[in-house]
């Protein structure tokens, strides 16, 4: 009996261990590589919600990437190299940092045949990026006016500087240019092409079915010559993840992204050899399971409770439970995806239920009568399957050291109307989502001062001055080495003063069908054009 | 029981004697009757199967049934008990089965007693309410009401009575509209009774079988709405209920199929056990249909 | 083509006006109820695309008339809606009467195949159990409808997903067609066929034991009036007896049930639709709910509304074929 269950625990370990090295899976792309490309086929990829806008200048979202960073091509893309050229072919900033200057690709035509020129990023960039764009639209703030000096250089000016790093950095996802043609003097938010797509990427928009799929077809006039090798990608709904694990191993779908099946099945799936599993490909696209707290209650904004919370939760339990071990601790607000600003030199909070009691007694708050310290009302997100069971595991936990949560279970927007705008919680979770730079979407969680009813900023009534001043220090410092230092320093205030818990990091992970070649070898693949992506037939 | 008392029959044995009798005719409904005992005793023996939390982490996560007596048949993705699930969720199903089936009576009752007893306005007024609600599909209605106060265990069980009570209305107004011009209501009238009184001493207690045996597809029906809630990850995860259980035993349906096959088990045998017993209380309480 | 209206259309007929207010009360119901609901469709949205900053979500909630008060916003609906115009889906980007046209299709196809078989199976088994009341094939067919009918309906559908689709792989996972395969006539209409088996299974099976109880019951009452016992004490033969006497008249309540179903099935139908990813009405009616998509929500409701109309409209004219004595209030 203990054997069976010792070995079951040894082959868990051992399929993550196969799963978890990147340089394994490289080795296996780069066989592929060399294999003979076969053209043409349809590949089928799930998609767990629905996106209705197909337009990445209009919606910054990666389940928006998934599909149209086929179809629209944004400035600049991210390799495993660097950074790479796509319809921006050199960059530089000045010293002063308020203008950026883009060299942009010649002989780029959109679907419709129309060429490809600098007043299209002008347009783009003053009316959907600064005015429209979510999380652009704070990143480009200060953006004055784009100049078009010819038809294929661009100059950025701000009023004040801009990182050309943060800029760079940003333009993979906040930098897709929308045909100026086809947008100017429209109501852009109920523009046509919003969502039926026109761009300069390797597919061509041909049909969007609400509820079931869209389907995109090879572009034979793409810039890349040769490319693409597929004559057509159709991304299909599929809402529910056991139904997605169904089709991927009925070979309907032959790929499924960002954990669109159980966690339970995508280890099903890596002992599977009809599929390849992991995580590469998500460097770029990585989140925290949270714990949230609301400060406006006297209890939790007391410091030592938070920590003693922290010390309650034991984090690797969690990890290889929920998680089924694909994911890490987390240290503090930046992940270790974030490159040089992140650290991991910050204090952390081993598990420790005992060390959690006797500061929590220490703290003032004994176990009374009804065997509870005190009660505490949870909000989890609804973002199901591992972030429900966090919640769940969240409560059994703190049970353990005599706090009593009581979850209250809503959909979305009656969790970020509770959370966010209303302040009616003592903890939530969630995600934290991090967009490559701790600058884009991660320091709204830490900077006071944040409106009311805006999802995953500071709404936990937590305000601190010092951490305010060091959180705009950084963000218009314009040296790499010294910026990071600084986002250092925040992430070691926070695990300090733990205004919110980012207990777990987790990348996203993919299932794909072995029939397909050359995938997940860019950091944001899932989000990239995929203009070399094959299929066996 | 003025109808009854008004009849006097002295050879008949006594109501419940003809009622067992007429119940055990249809073995179905002895089956029935047999399920629904077991659900009750594991509702009530909960506490003592497993004196702690049913949610607390029992054991290694995911271990298989049989694999250790400590828990018999198994643990779930976070270590919980498989067998104390099942048994203090029979006492969440029964619960949420016994309070939504009274919620929708009551209503259904009021509204349709009200209706079928006055007619004219009243009647017009209430039966268009009705069919207002009838035409919302009801688990559309639920989803509303469930978007609004969230998922709560008692505001679930109110809601699942919300959306229920249409049907028992209309039977409540048809023995109404039947009733209400019989002799002894008349009698009861001219004597200066009050309306209350003769809707509820004495028109109600004729209309209720059919009502008592509607009762039991309610009862059904709130079982399985509570799970379907719980598929659309809106059950209440405060409590062990079998929607619960089967909601995210259905992420290890291939690894680990217990999870969410044994609780799947309870919820059918227990529904089956409420229709079961309704099939048999119609017999039994409706005296026209005889062998 | 004649003035004199039969009395049953007379009746029907008002009923079709009275169903008016009705419609009217539904709509304002269900307006005023997601109100109550909180968070909006704005909220939805941005959750759905990861975030956005707070200028971003007051001017999106500006442009979709969210912040006017709710009396405006009702009024402003219904005067559209007199005049059938259905508004514009925020969710969708799209007419709300496109999102309507695009799942009516698939969802009028699941349920006339799903009731069609439920009543047929239903009627025939519900007969066969009544006249070998409490034997063992009464009881065999009993409980084994309402064991399908006491099965959650994702697990039934989950069970028979993983059967057919992934062992077997007879059928396909989900969907309404096989996508990009491009069939055309007789190819599409057979592909259409596969993919709605096995949804149309799972609800029939699920919605059969409320037709064979209802039959069952119907006919042992119906086998026991006068006109019946007469006639058997004639002489007339067992078979002739149940499709000439019995079957008539024992299918009038289930008939009546049969058009009070519609709106039952489409909330049933959700939970079916999602497994196989259908894109009907049911799902579609979840999402505007948990999306707060009101004018959505509100037009699959006005359309069921019509659609229950309509369908008792028929049934009353279906009754009073089938029962000529019936008697009009």
């Known amino acids: 009996m203990t054997f069976t269950m010792k070995q079951a625990g040894t082959m868990k370990q051992a399929g993550l261990a196969l799963a978890m090295t990147g340089a394994l899976s490289s080795v296996a792309f780069a066989a592929h590589a060399e294999e003979e490309v076969q053209k043409g086929g349809t590949a089928v990829i799930h998609m767990i919600s629905e996106q209705r806008i197909l ?103 701000y009023s004040k500087p801009m990182p050309l790093e943060l800029f760079v950095a940003a333009m993979p996802d906040l930098g897709h240019p ?30 969007y079915e609400r509820g079931q799929y869209v389907m995109a077809e090879k572009n034979e006039d793409y810039w890349r010559e040769g490319y693409p090798y597929l004559d057509r990608i159709v991304w299909r709904f599929i809402k529910d993840k056991s139904a997605a694990a169904a089709a991927l191993e009925a070979g309907e779908v032959q790929e499924s992204g960002f954990i669109g099946v159980s966690m339970a099945d995508v280890e099903r799936f890596s002992q599977d050899d009809r599929f390849e599993v992991g995580t590469m490909g998500y460097e770029n696209n990585v989140a925290h ?75 003032g708050y004994p176990v009374l009568e009804d065997g509870y310290r005190f009660h505490l009302r949870h909000r989890p997100a609804p973002w199901g399957e591992y972030t429900q069971l966090w919640a769940e595991y969240y409560a059994q936990a703190m049970k353990e050291i005599g706090i009593d949560v009581e979850i209250l279970t809503n959909d979305a927007p009656g969790f970020l109307n509770g959370v966010y705008r209303d302040h009616d919680f003592d903890t939530a979770n969630g995600w934290h989502q991090f967009r490559s730079d701790p600058a884009v979407s991660t320091m709204v969680w830490l900077r006071s001062g944040q409106p009311e009813g805006t999802p995953w900023t500071n709404q936990f009534g937590w305000k601190d001055e010092e951490m305010d001043a060091m959180i705009d220090a950084a963000a218009s410092e314009l040296d790499v080495e010294k910026r990071a230092a600084m986002y250092h320093e925040i992430q070691a205030r926070e695990m300090e003063e733990l205004p919110v818990i980012f207990a777990i990091e987790h990348p996203f992970i993919s299932v794909t069908s072995k029939k397909l070649h050359n995938h997940h070898n860019t950091p944001r693949w899932n989000s990239s054009s995929w203009y070399d992506l094959w299929l066996e037939q | 029981m003025t109808l009854a008392d008004t009849e006097i029959a002295p050879p008949e044995p006594p109501r419940y004697v003809m009622f067992w009798r007429r119940y055990k005719r249809n073995r179905a409904a002895l089956l029935g009757l047999f399920l629904f005992a077991l659900v009750v005793l594991m509702a009530l023996t909960a506490g003592i199967i497993d004196p702690g939390d049913p949610l607390r982490r029992a054991g290694e996560p995911l271990t298989p049934p ?183 035993g259905r992420a290890v349906l291939r690894s680990a199929p217990y999870c969410a096959v044994i609780p799947g088990i309870a919820i059918i045998l227990t529904v089956l056990s409420f229709s079961l017993l309704g099939e048999g209380l119609n017999d039994a309480l409706n005296p026209r249909q005889k062998k | 083509m004649t003035l004199h209206m039969p009395p049953i259309l007379t009746y029907a007929l008002r009923r079709l006006v009275q169903a008016i207010p009705v419609v009217i009360l539904i709509m304002i119901g269900t307006f005023l109820l997601l109100k109550l609901a909180p968070g909006d ?68 196809m699941l349920m006339a195949a799903s009731l069609s078989i439920a009543f047929t199976a239903g009627i025939v088994l519900g007969a066969i159990a009544a006249r070998r009341a409490y034997s063992a094939t009464d009881n065999l067919i009993s409980i084994l409808g309402l064991v399908f009918y006491a099965t959650p309906s994702f697990f039934l559908s989950l069970m ?69 016992r007469t006639a058997r004490a004639k002489g007339a033969r067992e078979g002739r007896l149940m499709t000439h006497h019995i079957m008539r008249n024992a299918l009038l309540p289930v008939v009546t049930l049969l058009g009070l179903q519609f709106s039952t ?22 999402q505007s709910v948990v999306q707060r998509d009101m004018n959505t929500l509100m037009g699959i409701i006005f359309l069921c509304a019509i659609i229950v109309v309509v369908v008792n409209f028929l049934t009353d004219l279906l009754y009073a074929r089938l029962d000529s004595r019936i008697e009009l209030a």
């Open chain 3, 265 to 286: 099935v489409l909330g049933g139908s959700i939970v079916v639709e999602t497994i196989f990813t259908l894109p009907g009405l049911g799902q579609l009616a979840y």
């Open chain 3, 41 to 108: 469709t704005v909220d939805a949205l941005v959750g759905d695309m990861g975030g956005a900053d707070a200028a971003f979500i007051a001017r999106l909630r500006a442009e979709y008339g969210l912040d006017q008060p709710i009396w405006v916003q009702l009024w402003r609906y219904m005067v559209k809606l007199a005049s059938f115009d259905f508004g514009w889906s925020f969710v969708y980007e799209q007419p709300v009467a496109t999102v309507l046209m695009d799942r009516v299709g698939t969802t009028l």
């Open chain 1, 178 to 207: 929308v045909p100026k043609h086809l947008f100017e003097g429209t109501d852009i938010l109920k523009n046509e092409y919003n969502t039926a797509p026109v761009g300069t990427g390797p597919f061509k928009f041909v049909e």
């Open chain 3, 160 to 228: 028979l997903m993983l059967v057919f689709s992934v062992k077997l792989g007879w059928l396909p996972v989900g969907g309404i067609k096989t996508i990009a395969a491009f069939y055309t006539g007789w190819d599409h209409v057979w592909d259409v066929v596969r993919h709605l088996i096995m949804p149309t299974t799972a609800l029939s099976l699920i919605y059969l034991a409320f037709y064979l109880r209802l039959m069952r019951a119907s006919v042992m009452e119906v086998a026991d009036l006068d006109y019946v």
């Open chain 1, 55 to 157: 337009n990445p200048g209009l919606r910054a979202s990666t389940g928006v990437y998934n599909i149209t960073g086929k179809i629209m091509e944004p400035l600049i893309d991210k390799s495993y190299e660097g950074y790479e050229p796509v319809l921006a072919t050199e960059w530089s900033g000045s010293d002063d940092g308020l203008t950026i200057t883009l060299k942009l690709r010649e002989g780029v035509r959109w679907h419709d045949g129309v060429d490809f020129t600098c007043d299209d990023v002008a347009f783009s960039a003053m009316e959907l990026w600064k005015k429209l764009l979510n999380y652009s639209s704070a990143l480009q703030a200060n953006l004055e006016s784009v100049d078009c000096p010819d038809p294929h250089t661009a100059v950025f000016n």
């Open chain 1, 289 to 363: 399971s949270t714990v949230e707290f609301n400060h406006r209650n006297p209890i939790l904004a007391d410091r030592k409770v938070r920590q003693a919370m922290y010390h309650g939760l034991d984090i690797d339990y969690a990890i290889k439970t929920i998680m089924h071990g694909y994911a890490k601790p987390g240290r503090g607000p930046i992940p270790s995806a974030g490159g040089i600003n992140y650290t991991d030199d910050v204090p952390i909070y081993d598990y420790d239920p005992e060390l959690a009691k006797q500061m929590l007694d220490e703290a």
């Open chain 2, 66 to 248: 049989f694999m250790n007596w400590d828990t018999p048949l198994g643990t779930d993705q976070l270590g919980r008990d498989v067998l104390s699930g099942v048994f203090y969720g029979a006492r969440i199903s029964l619960l949420i089965g016994v309070v939504a089936t009274l919620v929708a009576i009551v209503i259904g009752v009021v509204i349709g007693a009200l209706a079928g007893y006055f007619g004219g306005w009243v009647d017009d007024v209430l039966m268009r309410i009705t069919e207002a609600f009838q035409t919302i599909p009801n688990f559309v209605l639920l989803l509303t009401l469930v978007a609004i106060m969230g998922s709560k265990i008692e505001w679930i069980t109110i809601a699942i009575g919300i959306v229920s009570w249409t049907a028992p209305a209309r039977m409540v107004r048809a023995e109404f509209m039947s009733l209400r011009h019989r002799e002894f209501v008349d009698a009861a009238r001219n004597l200066g009774v009050s309306n209350t009184s003769i809707i509820f001493r004495e028109i109600l207690p004729n209309a209720m079988p059919p009502i008592v045996v509607y009762a039991s597809v309610i009862m059904a029906l709130s079982i399985l709405m509570e799970s379907a809630l719980a598929f659309l990850a809106l059950g209440d995860p405060n409590y062990a209920s079998w929607g619960n259980m089967i909601g995210q």
